[in-house]
């Protein structure tokens, strides 16, 4: 083989062109390209899936959030009320009553337990005569000191909505209540 016979047979064959890559249309010859009934009923099935699960998780998220709610402000009734039988006024040599707006928190030192139930409650901790306002309810066992110099100590619960609920003695718990808080609290006469 020659030189030249060489260099024809490994010559390097130049590549057609080829045609930019087109998209094969679907449908119709003429017909503008568009999406069929099963492909629209599919997107919008899984569109409205979508939705209902998102409102869903809205909707457990808004009780979840009155939830919270309602107990921040039963733990505002507790603290009010802890406050004015801490604050205690004596009356007398021995008597006392709660301070604020709940000077009808009575105790003598050395007398008997008492127990009040405060049905008018509103969201801020305070009694209200409003009925609109009137959302929570508490139950105040008050186990008055031995003397004036010994502690004594007072069971205050609070349950909403205060027209179910209402208190067991025999379980010492709230019935028909969506929820409830309580605390114990030690107080010192005149302190």
Known sequence: MT???????????????????????IGRPGRPPAFSLVEVTLALGLVTFCLLLLMGLMLSGLNSMKASRDE??????????????RSG??????????????????????????????TNLSAGGYPTLTEADQIYAARVEI???PDGRSP??????????????????GTSSWENAQGSTGMWVYFLPGQ
């Open 143 to 145: 186990t008055p000191p």
């Open 3 to 25: 030189n030249v016979q060489r260099q024809q047979i490994y010559k390097p064959q130049s590549q057609p062109q080829r045609a930019p890559h087109r998209v094969r249309r």
């Open 72 to 85: 921040v402000a039963a733990v505002s009734c507790l603290e009010q009320i802890s406050d004015a039988i």
């Open 152 to 169: 004594g100590r007072a069971m205050i619960s609070v349950a909403w909505p205060r027209k179910s609920a209402t208190w067991n003695s």
């Open 89 to 118: 006024i004596p009356t007398g040599t021995s008597t006392y009553q709660g301070g604020g707006p709940y000077g009808a928190l009575t105790w003598t030192i050395g007398g008997a337990p008492v127990t009040y139930d405060l």
